[in-house]
């Protein structure tokens, strides 16, 4: 027990505030706040309202495929190329449209409501847990009115607490967080397929046919080859960032505030890796989480229970 928190006794909530505790008297306001939070349709609304980003991003991926499609594949002059051209990038479409559908549909990992409290209730028993010899004060969610997880951040566009939070993401208008990452990973993977597919296409319609037509068709031309490029070193880059992340078991987050001790998480490069793909591993700070909030659960019913 001492491992959780510092002060067990303080968990003895006193005389004045069990009452609170005891009938459960969380006002009115924190209910419907806790309502809120846990349906499925204001999650389904909140999507609905941010979602003006995610149509950018459809039409950066489905510019570049229609220009491409009218102004490379088309000018071919060798019909089995347009027809072997056509059906790639389209299936490379494809592709990119489902793992976008995927990380931004898949829940990143919301921090349950399991135990709610008041500010109030919070601030007295202050908790905190034990690793490796140092404690880590836990904090509060004022919107979620929970206690939040170590790596746990809440997210003002999704307006919930997201465990292992690693960056809001407004291309695809979703967190990614512990159990989406990877879907996340495989989008910027597919973006970076989809760049070098029309980059590819573009190569080898200059070497067959050359810089050829109208002054506005070689400028397009050049400028879906310079698209293609920038989203090639721009993935690559972002791909490899994240490679360090995983190896170290670190999120964006915690490398850009430098708020986790790296020798905390990091279990060795292979580990991480294993641990990551896993969206049910549970890590030292999960693990007293849970033991934390059960212990509070037990705390309060032994309260109802007098
Ligand atoms: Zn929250
Ligand atoms: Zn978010």
Redesign the pocket.
Known sequence: MTDIINNPEILNINQNNQNQIHTGNINSNLNKKLEENSCCCSEKRIWIKNAFMIYITLIYILAPVILTDIFIIYRFSKTYKKIIFYILIHITLIYILICLFNVATTKPGY?ENNFTLTQEEFNQINPKIKIDNEFYPLKY?Y??N?I?EARTF?CKECK??IKKHDHHCPFVNNCIGKENYWKFFHFIISVLVFSIVILIISIIFIIDEGLKGSFIKIIINIAIIIAAVCGILSMISFIFQHIYYVSNNLTTREIIKDNMKKELVDKGCKNNWKNSLNDNYKDEFDIKYEELIEQLKNQRQNINNI
């Open positions: 921090q969610c919107t979620c929970i939040r809440h919930r607490c």
